[in-house]
Nanobody
Framework: QVQLVESGGGLVQPGGSLRLSCAAS????????MGWYRQAPGKQRELVAR???????NYADSVKGRFTISRDNAKNTVYLQMNSLKPEDTAVYFC??????????????WGQGTQVTVSS
């Protein structure tokens, strides 16, 4: 069994900043990649940023230059630093991990989500 727990969401004014964190725990054999997705009301879930192990970090065009994803591999934790936030960034942000879990077929795992609201 594994868990992904997000934290750091909240209400912020336009132009402000937030830092999201997500820690994976459990019977993890290896982490292939971690990332952040978001879903606004009435819209599909979309990729925000992804950081593979040994691969190239990628971002959605809408957040390039404003968001930064990073990892602490020893703690199986991923972060998302969000700067210059805009109202259109308002969404539920979900942590994602592609992992090999002991005794389980490799797959994708999701956190419960954390609300980010950008409003004046």
């Amino acid at each position: 069994q594994v868990q992904l727990v997000e934290s750091g969401g909240g209400l912020v004014q336009p132009g402000g900043s937030l830092r999201l964190s997500c820690a994976a725990s459990g019977r993890i054999f290896s982490v292939v990649a971690m990332g952040w997705y978001r879903q606004a009301p009435g819209k599909q879930r979309e990729l925000v940023a992804r950081i593979p192990s040994g691969g190239t970090t990628n971002y959605a065009d809408s957040v390039k230059g404003r968001f930064t994803i990073s990892r602490d591999n020893a703690k199986n934790t991923v972060y998302l630093q969000m700067n210059s936030l805009k109202p259109e960034d308002t969404a539920v942000y979900f942590c994602n991990a592609e992992m090999i879990v002991r005794g389980i077929l490799p797959g994708t795992y999701w956190g419960q989500g954390t609300q980010v609201t950008v409003s004046s």
